[in-house]
C-alpha cells in the first residue's frame, strides 16, 4: 500500500524538536527525509536523556524518538566539499525543511548553496515562536 508522500525527497535542516518531529510526521507518511547535522554542534535533544548511557553516547530518548526514519549526514558547510554534498543533496530534493531563527538561514552557506542551484524547491518553515513583532 502507498502512502500519500510516497517518492517525495525531503533534506531536513532542522534542530531541537519542532522541526525534526514535524519532518518524522513526514517520514510516516512516506517521504524519504535526509538529515544535515552540524559536526561541530551537537543538537541539543542528542544530550538531555535522564539515562547516562544513551546521553553520553549522544542518543537522547527525545533526539531518537523525533529523529527515527531518516537518514543522516554531518556536513561541516564552512569546507567546500561538504558544501557540494548538500548542492548534490537539495538538487535532489523536493523540500527543504528547516526551523532555524529568522535571517540565520540568509547567513549560512546552506542558504547560498539554495541561490546558487537557482532551483524550485518547496521549502518549509518551523517555528514554534512568531517571527514577526505586532
Same mark, same amino acid.
Given at each position: 500500500? &502507498? %502512502?500519500?508522500? $510516497?517518492?517525495?525527497?525531503?533534506? @531536513? ?8 518531529? *514535524? #519532518? ?6 512516506? #517521504? @524519504? ?8 554542534? =551537537?543538537?541539543?535533544? /542528542?544530550?538531555?536523556? #535522564? $539515562? ?12 531518537i524518538a523525533a529523529n527515527s526514519n531518516k /537518514?543522516?549526514?554531518?556536513? @561541516?558547510? &564552512?569546507?567546500?566539499? $561538504? ?10 530534493? $523536493?523540500?527543504?525543511?528547516? !526551523? ?6 540568509? /547567513?549560512? &552557506? =546552506? ?6 542551484? !537557482? *532551483? %524550485? %524547491?518547496?521549502?518549509? &518553515? ?7 513583532? *505586532?
Amino acid at each position: 500500500m &502507498s %502512502k500519500l508522500l $510516497d517518492g517525495i525527497k525531503i533534506v @531536513d535542516l532542522t534542530h531541537v524538536l519542532a522541526g525534526p518531529y *514535524c #519532518a518524522y510526521q513526514l517520514s510516516l507518511l512516506g #517521504a @524519504d527525509i535526509t538529515r544535515i547535522e552540524n559536526p561541530a554542534s =551537537v543538537d541539543l535533544p /542528542r544530550i538531555l536523556d #535522564a $539515562d547516562r548511557g544513551r546521553r553520553d553516547k549522544g542518543m537522547g530518548a527525545a533526539f531518537i524518538a523525533a529523529n527515527s526514519n531518516k /537518514r543522516s549526514v554531518a556536513f @561541516d558547510l &564552512s569546507h567546500e566539499k $561538504d558544501q557540494e554534498l548538500a548542492r548534490q543533496l537539495i538538487a535532489n530534493a $523536493d523540500v527543504v525543511l528547516e !526551523n532555524f531563527r529568522p535571517g540565520v538561514l540568509k /547567513r549560512t &552557506s =546552506v542558504y547560498l548553496i539554495k541561490k546558487l542551484l !537557482n *532551483c %524550485k %524547491k518547496l521549502e518549509w &518553515s518551523v517555528f514554534m515562536i512568531r517571527q514577526e513583532k *505586532c
